[in-house]
């Protein structure tokens, strides 16, 4: 028997269902038909492979990766591409209309292609999108079956397992969830040596509770919510166990981590608690954290950049707008001078601290001197880069109702100005680099070019240099030759001769 026909409505979305109605008898391992009507799988062997495609920041590929590893861990494969997979899932943005049209647009593509060739394929939008509109995606684009919030990551294996067996057909949930801040957990660390990872991201909290007033976060992200020290570390540790020597911390408001939950003690700040606890796990080698807010680094955490080693001199500090007028309509809660002092005190001490930046650019009336005091600021604090994002109006924000909108061409031209000059400051700062010694942790193949190898400075610069698998995860001095496009090139055998 090549193939055995039976019809069960519910069970038409099984991947190694043929659209005839017969089954692959490969994927298969034993069928069980009794008098003709029910069915039972008792072993499959193969399960479906995802595909998940990630839109936005930092906390969404971490958020990806926990559900990826969450599949994994049920038995599915990972798709090597959207055009194979048995689920496609796209991890949405929020934050910036682009972010949004582009998920949708990719959504669309998707879903006529799978009508036409595949209309077994399971099709999800997660995260950030799914929360803001909810069942709306599906009333705009009804061939996608899943819709899961920001505090649902972790339902997403048990929803497919139900749609995929035809128990549901379509579900949305994006309710709020006691606790779900703590299920951010999984890593896939891609077990095998050649391809071990060095670096790792830790989810800390979740939320935010700032209400800046041009940002959706508080809306798609929910109020804040701390995971516990322990937790943490223990996650922690046990990635340092599989290898990690570097581990970022990561939330919408690192500084604001613990605040309600855990509160201070001796003069240190809940996110001060948890650095110095995780600084104490031994074979960890190097601690980063994003994204801080300004008005979160009291001086204990920036004297906490003087007594921990492992804490690396580097800081994204989004200051949004050099112009005080603007930094008041945006809700920020410090001043230009406020934020100058702070980048001083960090300077002050770890003198080659890195920082880096987020800008708006054409925030509700914004004006021309408005500009002209953030490319001063640019210009003023060095910053090594600048994210410079293009202001966007989101539902729901008081920004998008504030008068004096600014027309797109002045945005646009206001924007090139401010990318021209981030370019010319940050080339500036990594040609000074040129000639120094820096200690840089390797991290594998140069993402720019495979022959060659890349690590990263303390102060979080991509060091490119000859190197192999041997110097994965090695701590290595290099002195750097060359500097190019927010890139440096190092030679380590000047400084490690063999
Ligand atoms: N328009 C443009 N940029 C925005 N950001 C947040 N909200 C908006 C918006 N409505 C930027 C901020 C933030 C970064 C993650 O995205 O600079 O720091």
């Keep these: 028997m090549k193939s055995a026909v039976f019809s069960v409505p519910g ?65 599915y494969t990972l798709a090597v591409s959207d055009r194979v997979a048995d689920v496609v899932l796209l991890n949405t943005c929020s ?70 067996t035809g128990r549901r057909d379509k579900v949305v949930d994006v309710e709020e969830e006691k606790g779900s801040e703590a299920t951010i957990k999984e890593h896939l660390l891609n077990g095998n040596a050649q391809t071990k990872s060095v670096t790792a991201f830790v989810s800390i909290m979740q939320g935010c509770n700032q209400y800046c007033t041009f940002c959706i976060v508080p809306y798609t992200r929910g109020m804040e919510r701390s995971r516990t020290i322990s937790d943490v570390v223990s996650e922690c ?60 680094y009291g001086d204990d955490l920036v004297e906490a950049y003087g007594r921990l080693p492992k804490l690396c001199e580097s800081a994204h500090l989004p200051v949004q707008s050099g112009s005080d007028r603007v930094l008041k309509l945006m809700h920020r809660g410090y001043t230009r001078e406020r934020f100058l002092g ?55 924000t008081p920004a998008a109702a504030m008068p004096d909108q600014v027309p797109q061409e002045v945005i646009e031209e206001r924007h090139g100005r401010l990318l021209d000059l981030v370019n010319e400051v940050g080339k500036e700062k990594y040609r000074r680099c040129v000639g120094q010694r820096a200690q840089i942790l390797v991290e594998g193949p140069s993402r720019k070019n495979g022959e060659r190898f890349e690590g990263r400075t303390r102060a979080n610069r991509i060091v490119v240099f000859e190197g192999n698998e041997r110097h994965r995860g090695r701590l290595l001095d290099v002195k750097i030759t060359r500097a190019g496009s927010f890139t440096l090139y190092g030679d380590p055998a000047i400084v490690n001769p063999d």
């Excluded at 209309?119 to 599906?138: D, H, K």
């Excluded at 994002?389 to 989101?394: A, C, E, G, N």
């Design 11 to 75: 069970l038409r979305r099984l991947p190694w269902l043929r659209k005839d109605g017969t089954l692959h008898e490969s994927r298969l391992t034993s069928l069980f038909s009794t008098a003709g009507v029910c069915l039972t799988f008792t072993a499959l062997s193969t399960m479906p492979s995802v595909y998940i495609k990630t839109y936005g920041c930092q906390m969404n590929e971490r958020d990806s990766e926990a559900v990826a590893a969450q599949l994994v861990a049920k038995g």
């Design 95 to 164: 934050v910036r209309d682009m972010a949004e049209q582009k998920a949708l647009n990719k959504m669309e593509n998707l879903a006529a292609e799978m009508r036409r060739d595949r209309p077994e394929v399971v099709l999800g939008f997660l995260g950030c999108m799914a929360q803001s509109r909810g069942r709306g995606l599906i009333d705009r684009l009804p061939d996608v079956d899943l819709v899961l919030g920001t505090q649902k990551f972790h339902r997403t294996a048990d929803y497919l397992d139900e749609i995929l």
């Design 237 to 296: 540790r046990e990635l340092v166990s599989r290898g990690v020597k570097e581990i970022t911390l990561l939330g919408q408001i690192v500084t604001s981590y613990g605040k309600r939950e855990i509160g201070m003690k001796d003069g240190k700040s809940a996110f001060v608690q948890l650095l110095e606890a995780v600084h104490a796990i031994e074979g960890l080698e190097r601690i980063r954290f994003t994204s801080p807010h300004p008005k979160g």
């Design 342 to 396: 702070i980048v001083e005190k960090l300077r002050r001490v770890k003198p080659e601290m890195g920082v880096t930046t987020d800008i708006i650019v054409g925030f509700p009336g914004e004006t021309e001197s408005d500009f002209a005091e953030t490319l001063s600021l640019v210009r003023e604090v060095a910053f090594d880069n600048a994210y410079c994002f293009k202001y966007s109006p989101r539902k729901d």
